[in-house]
């Protein structure tokens, strides 16, 4: 059974610092993983894909890697923003099973001014 | 167009309404889903419809009832619900089973 899990729960750093928020999961037969941050009480939006046969995806300050063979995915913020303080949820699509994802716990980052 | 909408944004509900929750798609996407999300949770699967079809159904109760009347909407109908049941639900869309894309989500109260 796919289990995905997000260290560090929580984060808190000051603004300007880069950050790497961690994700593993137990199964490397998956399709894909997506990277989603939430807002409080909002719904989750999309930062990044990465195909199972991809490394690693680009977008403005963020940068996702995987490694597929180890069971790892990094996000990667550079130069942290008081804006960037939300929960970010890792998930994993895992091989021959539809549209279902696998979500990890989150980690709720609090960057402070 | 990248935008999922749904209706309503609150609903408060008692134990023995009907209601429906609406999630809308102009992207052309084939795939839609609906989620369960409780306070501090990560998002959990409940339905899964592909080409207007219910692909998976997670022995989610039948007091929740899906719809997708076309490839562009989809309902999720309500009846008897408990308090338990009361949490925020999350629709997303994609293309094929690829990056998902979630609306804004009703929170939903069951008194």
């Known amino acids: 059974k796919q289990e995905v899990t997000q260290i560090p729960a929580a984060l808190s750093v000051p603004e300007g610092e880069n950050l790497v928020l961690n994700c593993s999961f137990t199964?490397?037969?998956?399709?894909?993983l997506q990277w989603f941050r939430q807002d409080p009480g909002k719904g989750l939006t999309s930062l990044l894909l990465i195909q199972s046969s991809q490394r690693e995806q680009t977008s403005g300050r963020l940068n996702a890697s995987l490694d597929k063979s180890s069971g790892r995915s990094t996000l990667y913020i550079a130069a942290s923003q008081p804006g960037d303080s939300a929960t970010y949820l890792c998930a994993v699509r895992p091989n021959n099973q539809g549209g279902k994802l696998i979500f990890g716990q989150g980690t709720e980052l609090s960057v402070k001014p | 167009d990248t935008e999922v909408t749904q209706t309503p944004k609150h609903l408060v509900m008692g134990m023995t309404n009907k209601k429906s929750l609406k999630c809308e798609q102009h992207?052309?996407?084939?795939?839609m889903y609906w989620y369960k999300q409780k306070a501090k949770k990560p998002p959990e699967l409940m339905f899964v419809?592909?080409?207007?079809?219910?692909?998976i159904n997670e022995s989610v109760p039948s007091r929740f009832s899906p719809e997708c009347p076309n490839s562009s909407l989809l309902n999720l109908h309500l009846h008897a619900l408990q308090p338990e049941d009361s949490a925020l639900y999350l629709c997303?869309?994609?293309?094929?089973?690829?990056?998902?894309?979630f609306g804004p989500g009703t929170r939903l109260t069951v008194l």
């Open positions: 419809y592909s080409y207007e079809k219910l692909s």
């Open positions: 199964d490397s037969a998956i399709y894909n």
């Open positions: 992207m052309g996407h084939r795939a």
């Open positions: 997303a869309s994609s293309q094929d089973y690829n990056e998902q894309f």
